[in-house]
Nanobody, 121 residues
Framework: QVQLVESGGGLVQPGGSLRLACAAS????????MGWFRQAPGKEREFVAAISSGGGRTRYADSVKGRFTVFRDNAKNTVNLQMNSLKPEDTAVYYC??????????????WGQGTQVTVSS
């Protein structure tokens, strides 16, 4: 198992930006693809973005494509989610997860505790 801790959430106005970070410890971080998911109140946890173990492949949900960017630094055991042009519908708790390169939450075995992102004026 790899231990994950997210940070960087907060309150931002529509159109603003935030950068989320996920710090990993435990097993070799570079062995894992990483995913970002989010869960809004009363809704299912949904896929946001994923990045392969080496960082060469990325995948995004249609709802965030062109606005969000996922990137990682294997030397620092971190993965980040840069979120631009934020919308109120992006409001959710955001989670990072370690596993295979996938968009399915069921495929990920290690999860962080989540960080709240609120987009509101």
């Amino acid at each position: 198992q790899v231990q994950l801790v997210e940070s960087g959430g907060g309150l931002v106005q529509p159109g603003g930006s935030l950068r989320l970070a996920c710090a990993a410890s435990g097993r070799t971080f570079s062995n894992y693809a990483m995913g970002w998911f989010r869960q809004a109140p009363g809704k299912e946890r949904e896929f946001v973005a994923a990045i392969s173990s080496g960082g060469g492949r990325t995948r995004y949900a249609d709802s965030v494509k062109g606005r969000f960017t996922v990137f990682r630094d294997n030397a620092k055991n971190t993965v980040n989610l840069q979120m631009n042009s934020l919308k109120p519908e992006d409001t959710a708790v955001y989670y990072c997860a370690a596993g295979p390169f996938s968009h399915r939450k069921e495929d990920f075995g290690s999860w962080g505790q989540g960080t709240q992102v609120t987009v509101s004026s």
